[in-house]
Every structure is written in C-alpha cells, then in structure tokens.
C-alpha cells in the first residue's frame, strides 16, 4: 500500500513563505505524475501544481510565478515552495501521486495552510 505523507503547513503573515514536502513510501519513479491539491472549507478541491515523471509542470493561474513545484528522486518526495503567500491560498493542501503501473491515483492526508494577518 503506497503512503505518501505530507508536512511543512502553518501559519504564515501575508507575503511569507512556506515549503511543503510530501514523502512517499515507494518510489517516486513508478509514478507518471505527482501534484498538490488544494481545498479550502465549501470549496472543491483544486490543482495546484503537478509535475510529470519527465519533470514537465503545471500550475493553476491563481499560483503561477509564485509557487514551485520539485521532486527528489533520492529522498522519494515532492516539494512545494510557497512565495508571496495570500489570503486565498489558505486551505488544506494534499499530495497526490498517479501509478504508473496500476493507474491508481493515491492521496495523502492533507496539511492545513494559513494566511492571515
């Protein structure tokens, strides 16, 4: 059963910055693409940024230029770095990894991000 963990959420002033790291509990390598999602209460949960196996990403308009997505082969993780953070970027943030074998799309728990003043 793949896990993937995530860490690194808190409370931040708008303008700060976060880094969120999502372990894995295989490797990283037999996943096509691994990505952050992000849901704040009443809303769906949304894209983020995702990263491709070929190291190809992808972000939301909303975070473009401001976040950045990585991946760590030899640690089996995904990163998220977070820059000029804003209000609306507060929300629960989940990792999510897509076998390459299998097809099947694995989710983390979910660690809370905080914006405020």
């Given at each position: 059963q793949v896990q993937l963990?995530?860490?690194?959420?808190?409370?931040?002033?708008?303008?700060?910055?976060?880094?969120?790291?999502?372990?894995?509990?295989?490797?990283?390598?037999?996943?096509?693409?691994?990505?952050?999602?992000?849901?704040?209460?009443?809303?769906?949960?949304d894209l983020v940024a995702d990263i491709s196996g070929g190291g190809t990403t992808n972000y939301a308009d909303s975070v473009r230029g401001r976040f950045t997505i990585s991946t760590d082969h030899a640690k089996n993780a995904v990163y998220l770095q977070m820059n000029n953070l804003k209000p609306e970027d507060t929300a629960v943030y989940y990792c999510n990894a897509d076998s390459l074998f299998t097809g099947r799309t694995y989710w983390g728990q979910g660690t809370q991000v905080t914006v405020s003043s």
């Open positions: 963990v995530e860490s690194g959420g808190g409370a931040v002033q708008p303008g700060g910055s976060l880094r969120l790291s999502c372990a894995a509990s295989t490797s990283i390598s037999t996943f096509s693409a691994m990505g952050w999602y992000r849901q704040a209460p009443g809303n769906r949960r």
